[in-house]
Every structure is written in structure tokens, then in C-alpha cells.
């Protein structure tokens, strides 16, 4: 009877250990597939209006410890940026923003900044890029869905 007992304990601790263990590596690989997502794509234009804010922005914002990704569009006088953020970050949104606003602001006093670290501004934002990377649309189509997601981010705040 002892001997069971003493077997069933061994071999409870062994599956307690092995759980333990795997579940370590788990997050390890996660961790790993997050850097590999934090690239960015500059857009380059032929249009009249460059994207080179935009790009330099992303640059300058990815570099933050809690932003994991970024999409930004500018237009002549305007530069609408989109921020993911790590999950545990999510509690500090309202300072996130504040402080990448207010360094782009610094960065670029002549554009007007708008932030966001929601996910269907991001996503927006992601199809606009891809639009301007394919398609080189015209001046007024840009500027017609610039203001849509502009006023998006408007409805947020």
C-alpha cells in the first residue's frame, strides 16, 4: 500500500513538472513570432504627396518598447497613425497616445497629428497603404478616404 502511494505521489510530480515545463516553452515560441511581426512597410508614391512623414514615423514609433505595430498616412498637412499595442499595454492606452502624439508633434510641427490604437483605424489604415503602394490613386480619391478615417478617429476620441 505504501509503495502505490509513493508511486502514484512520484508520478504526479512528474506530469505537475512536465506541464510546467511545456508551458515555458509555449511562451517562448509566442514571444518569437511577435518580434517577427514588427516589421514595418514604408509606402513609396509617384504622387505628388510622399510618403516619406509617414515612413519616418513609423520608424521613429516602432522603436517604442510597448508598440508592436504601426500604419501611418500623411497627406500635405495631416498624418493619421495607428498604433497595435502589447496586450499587458493595453491598460496605459490613454498615455501611450499621448506621449507618441506629442513626440511626432514635436517631430513635425507643420502636420497635424492624429493617433489611434484602435484595430479598425489599423486596419484602415493597412488597406489605404496597400492602395497607395498598387494603385497610385489620384489626389481626390486619397484625400476622400484620408477624411474617412480621419473622421473615424474623430468618432473615437
Given at each position: ?27 517562448q515560441q509566442k514571444s518569437a513570432k511577435e518580434n517577427q511581426d514588427t516589421h514595418i512597410v514604408k509606402v513609396h ?64 510641427p507643420g502636420y497635424k497629428v492624429f493617433v489611434s490604437t484602435d484595430q479598425k ?37
Open positions: 500500500m505504501k509503495y502505490n502511494i509513493k508511486t502514484l505521489k512520484v508520478c504526479l510530480f512528474l506530469i505537475v513538472l512536465s506541464g510546467f515545463g511545456s508551458g515555458c516553452t509555449g511562451n508614391t509617384n504622387n505628388r504627396i510622399g510618403q516619406s512623414v509617414a515612413n519616418q514615423a513609423k520608424e521613429k514609433t516602432i522603436k517604442r518598447e510597448e508598440v508592436t505595430g504601426v500604419k501611418a498616412v500623411n497627406t500635405d498637412k495631416k498624418l493619421l497613425i495607428a498604433l497595435k499595442v502589447d496586450q499587458f499595454d493595453r491598460f496605459q492606452l490613454k498615455n501611450i497616445k499621448k506621449k507618441v502624439k506629442s513626440d511626432l508633434e514635436k517631430k513635425y483605424i489599423y486596419l484602415e489604415l493597412e488597406q489605404l497603404e496597400q492602395k497607395l503602394q498598387k494603385d497610385q490613386p489620384k489626389k481626390k480619391i486619397l484625400n476622400k478616404e484620408f477624411d474617412e478615417i480621419e473622421s473615424l478617429m474623430k468618432e473615437q476620441a
